[in-house]
């Protein structure tokens, strides 16, 4: 019986020269143009012929784009850039219809929108059939060899890259499939998190108390920030001096992501590492984000992607996560005696439990809680005290379903093809 496998990522930092770097922003310009066409040829066959063009039709579109008389450039993109550009605008579409269908459940999907030339830029896909890894190079097809740098590669099979800029800078995000890691003994059985946004973490491992506290990135440098985007709009549009503004704007933002990710990095590999079975509550980190007093705080915190590299981090290292419920009282249950206080509200950080006089701290007591999800506990007099959760591990340590790589389909006839175009 072979190893289960599961799927790692890697972003590399890139340093192409100039020829590289002007044919990936050339690349990059290309499936734009190339997004915008195909959008506008399937809204129109639409009108005409009264049905959507299937995958393979789009894709069949996409390919012929290559012979037609004016885009013959769009044949110097890489072919599986083209295939995935048709892949993402057929799930824009179906996700679209089920989202107006009610088949998909949330908020609703807006229609696929055409792409200006200030937007986000798409990433170039490349597979690794052509993509190699050497000594601090890359070989990437149709670039050649690339600098790059970064920390150590995942051993496994290579299945699929991503290149794409940030601001002035390249990177490429590539998946690997490697074999499930051997689970080491960690220190600690158990832990259990309360997350906030005063305290980014509240971490009880049975023993001890310890917080990991919110950095706070964006709001260290949101004067500057504000004095970058007064300058931006001042500047003339299209202007030299409002690009290297602009650029400017882009740098200090992308500085503040780097500072939240390299902290939230940090503190979940510790916390991996150091305990067996992570018990954590599960947020509803959107519906922070939608109320306008602690949207701000939410964002600072970077509490969804701490809770997002703690569930793959757990998986990677085979770990168990457990979920605990955002409606279950965690905050106004007392950890010593089991007694809810209904008076805890959300702006009280210090209580008293009525029940047998404790005094708790809301985050440290939330934390006791966590870790004693699913567990009988005993007050101070020995009596078994019914656990106050329902018990149970909700998400256990999931590997995440390989990726694979991006395929030709079956061509259309060439009648449906003429009709789209």
Not at 221 to 250: C, P, T
């Amino acid at each position: 019986m072979s190893a289960p496998a599961i799927t790692r990522a890697t972003v590399l930092r890139l340093y192409p020269n100039q020829q590289q770097a002007s044919s990936l922003r050339r690349w990059q310009g290309g499936l734009r143009y190339v997004w915008n066409a195909a959008l506008d040829c399937v809204f129109t066959s639409r009108d005409i012929n009264g049905r959507w063009p299937t995958k393979a039709e789009i894709q069949t579109l996409i390919v012929g784009m290559k012979k037609m008389e004016g885009t013959e450039w769009i044949s110097d993109i890489p072919a599986h850039a083209l295939l995935t550009l048709a892949d993402d605008l057929h799930k824009a579409l179906v996700n679209w219809f089920n989202s107006l269908s009610g088949k998909r459940k949330g908020p609703k999907i807006a229609r696929p929108r055409f792409r200006g030339k200030f937007a986000r830029q798409f990433s170039v896909y490349m597979v690794n059939q052509h993509t190699s890894f050497g000594e601090g190079q890359v070989k990437l097809p149709k670039l050649g060899l690339v600098k790059y740098r970064g920390g150590d590669l995942p051993s496994g099979r290579l299945l699929s890259s991503r290149v794409y800029r940030e601001a002035d800078k390249w990177y490429m995000a590539s998946i690997f499939e490697c074999t499930a890691p051997v689970v080491n003994a960690a220190p600690v059985e158990c832990v259990g998190i309360d997350m906030g946004l005063k305290t980014l973490a509240t971490i009880y491992d049975g023993h001890s108390i310890r917080e990991v506290p919110k950095l706070g990135a964006l709001r260290k440098h949101e004067q500057r920030l504000k004095r970058y985007q007064r300058r931006l709009s001042r500047r003339v549009k299209g202007s030299n001096r409002r690009n290297k503004a602009k650029l400017s704007v882009a740098r200090l933002h992308q500085r503040i992501a780097n500072i939240r990710k390299d902290y939230a990095h940090k503190a979940t590999s510790r916390i991996v590492a150091g305990a067996q079975t992570i018990k954590v509550e599960a947020l509803n980190v959107k519906g922070w984000a939608k109320n306008r007093s602690i949207s701000k705080s939410t964002a600072d915190a970077s509490v969804g992607m701490f809770l997002k590299m703690l569930r793959y981090k757990a998986a990677w290292a085979g770990r168990s996560l457990v979920e605990v419920g955002q409606w279950e009282p965690t905050s106004k249950t007392c950890s010593d005696c089991g007694a809810r206080e209904p008076g805890v509200v959300l702006g009280v950080s210090r209580w008293v439990c009525s029940a047998c006089g404790a005094i708790h701290d809301r985050d440290h007591n939330a934390a006791k809680n966590i870790y004693a999800y699913g567990e009988e506990r005993r007050n101070v007099t020995g009596n078994t005290v019914e656990s106050a959760w329902t018990g149970g591990d909700q998400a256990g340590a999931i590997s995440p379903v390989p990726q694979v790589e991006t395929r030709i389909l079956k061509r259309a006839p060439r009648e449906s093809v003429r009709s789209l175009a």
